[in-house]
């Protein structure tokens, strides 16, 4: 039985598609189109102040690598500060979490999802940029949040209000 050997993907340092996505600029740097649905990995700019907030996806593992800057990273088991060199595990389950850019700097974050599927959100989520553009993030008003919350439950993706560690933890003590 004869072995098929897959091409080698090679990607430029400004190549890939870039989204807008929350104010952050998303660079698709494999999809799971490439890897026959295997992971996707994804650079993240994360702007000062942007992130996202509390959400959860069960069916994907997602891996967070602090290229440079620093995020909070928040789940339900506390707060981390990530640094450049961290390295973040989201385990597939359904474990509520999101990250904010806390500092003045940008920070880049490269992340691998497991399976993939989670780009194709972004994708439709995001406004196609060019490499290191931004854009402010979208007004919430109704007609996105309907947008948003459509392709959450599209992508198997659960939200959670803003607030949702302040309060959960209140409801705790």
């Known amino acids: ?13 400004h190549e890939g598609q870039s989204v807008s996505v929350a104010g952050g600029n998303y660079r698709m740097l494999i999809s ?8 996707a990995t994804i650079e993240m700019s994360v702007p000062p102040g942007g992130g996202p907030g509390p959400h959860a996806h069960p069916d994907f593992q997602e891996s967070f690598y602090v290229i440079e800057g620093e995020v909070e990273v928040q789940s339900e088991e506390g707060i981390y500060t990530a640094v450049e060199g961290a390295y973040i595990v989201i385990p597939k389950g359904g474990m509520v979490h999101g990250f904010k850019n806390k500092s003045n700097a940008l920070a880049k974050l490269l992340c691998v999802v497991v399976p993939s599927g989670l780009e194709e959100m972004f994708l439709e989520l995001g ?21 948003v919350l459509a392709l959450f439950e599209k992508y198997g993706q659960q939200m959670y209000p803003p607030d949702y560690f302040t309060t959960s933890v209140k409801k705790e003590e």
């Open 1 to 13: 039985m004869a072995t098929v050997k897959q091409s080698v993907i090679t990607l430029g340092a």
């Open 32 to 39: 799971g189109k490439q890897t026959g649905g295997e992971f």
């Open 127 to 147: 406004v196609p940029v060019a490499n290191g553009e931004f854009l402010p993030p979208p007004v919430m008003d109704e007609a996105m949040k309907k947008k």
